[in-house]
């Protein structure tokens, strides 16, 4: 007797399926950027010292914006952009007097996002596409030197903005590390300058991944460093990244504060936090403060990077979906627009003080 198959239709109507919404991702994010972006950047500039920082100081508080003068639908009809105004208090202080004088500026009108997820600019429908970028945080390669036949390995530091940082081993087992993929100078010189001061400490920090007997990469290092101190490896540092200028301490030490450690000018983001924290299993805390770069990431990628090459470890494929991540509409406002407008606006402010 044949059995009786029961037949299945794929085809019938689904009850209690979620509603779709194809444009919740870009609203969602253009609600961060009014709620939180717009309040983030206007801290990153605040507060505005004139160039000398004795006589004026400006200081940006709280924002507002308000409620659109008309409608998308006339917006379109009219060839008008459907926008808000913007507007801050401003504090403004004469550090002579100690007089302060506050006041609520319009900064401009800030182009608002429709129910659709559109823009209208000039009465034309305009959309903010999303972007699949690379992450910021730590990586490793390893390429083949062809004149030795070995496999040289390769680390980046890559941060969401600011200088990017390359450590590399030459076939002459010395660690290099490579500031904007420019001049480069010793890892022992950058550790140095990162309070890592005598050859011992340095030793100390790294006799358990440098083991290969035949490949002594720290004393191959050490061997062509000349400096003895953090001040030694931070004028190193700027004599390699300004050549011709005089080597002052403390325009070194302003340069390298600048490059890495000052949190205007270096940010790995909470993204970039995150994964060179399990990157490079630390335990640094996930906050603002901790979005520079360490000591602890120099310590363990250059740790990471000597145990590589001694065969521990893996290298990373940056095209992988895991090393990238979505951009949206609020970050990319925030960043290409916004920010680049806040930054000629200080300029512009700091002129006008002097």
């Excluded at 996002?113 to 490793?140: C, D």
């Excluded at 081993?169 to 490579?178: K, L, M, T």
Aim: aromatic letters at 8%.
């Amino acid at each position: 007797m044949i059995s009786k198959t029961t037949r299945r239709n794929f085809g019938k109507t689904e009850k209690n399926l979620p509603e779709l919404d194809l444009a919740k991702v870009q609203k969602e994010s253009w609600q961060w950027f009014l709620t939180e972006g717009i309040a983030i950047e206007l801290t990153n500039i605040s507060p505005i010292d004139d160039f000398t920082g004795k006589n004026w100081q400006l200081i940006l508080g709280q924002h507002s914006l308000e409620e659109p003068s008309i409608s998308p639908m006339v917006a379109q009809e009219k060839g008008l952009t459907f926008s808000s105004p913007l507007k801050i208090t401003a504090t403004l202080i004469n550090k002579r007097s100690g007089k302060e004088v506050s006041q609520e500026v319009f900064l401009g009108d800030l182009p608002q996002m429709t129910p659709q997820g559109i823009f209208i600019i000039n009465g034309i429908e305009r959309a903010v596409i999303n972007q699949l970028v690379r992450s910021p945080g730590v990586y490793f390669f390893q390429e083949l030197d062809v004149s030795s036949g070995r496999m040289l390995s390769k680390a980046e530091v890559r941060p969401l903005h600011g200088s990017w940082l390359e450590f590399e081993i030459s076939r002459g087992d010395i660690i290099f590390a490579r500031i904007d993929r420019r001049k480069k100078v010793l890892a022992s010189i950058f550790l140095r300058a990162f309070g890592l001061e005598s050859n011992e400490e340095i030793f100390k920090m790294f006799e358990k991944v440098d083991k290969d007997p035949n490949h002594k990469y720290l004393q191959a290092t050490l061997a062509k460093d000349n400096t003895k101190s953090k001040a030694e490896a931070i004028l190193e540092i700027y004599r390699k990244l300004r050549p011709g200028e005089p080597a002052v301490l403390e325009n070194a030490e302003s340069l390298f504060q600048n490059l890495f450690l000052e949190s205007r000018r270096y940010d790995l983001g909470k993204v970039g936090r995150y994964k060179a924290n399990k990157r490079l299993s630390l335990t640094l805390p996930n906050e603002k403060s901790t979005w520079v770069l360490t000591r602890q990431d120099v310590i363990g990628t250059i740790s990471y990077l000597v145990g590589l090459q001694n065969g521990i470890g893996r290298v990373d494929d940056i095209d992988h979906l895991s090393n990238r991540r979505l951009r949206q509409v609020g970050e990319l406002v925030a960043v290409n627009a916004f920010r680049v407008g806040l930054l000629r606006l200080e300029r512009s402010i700091k002129e006008k003080m002097t």
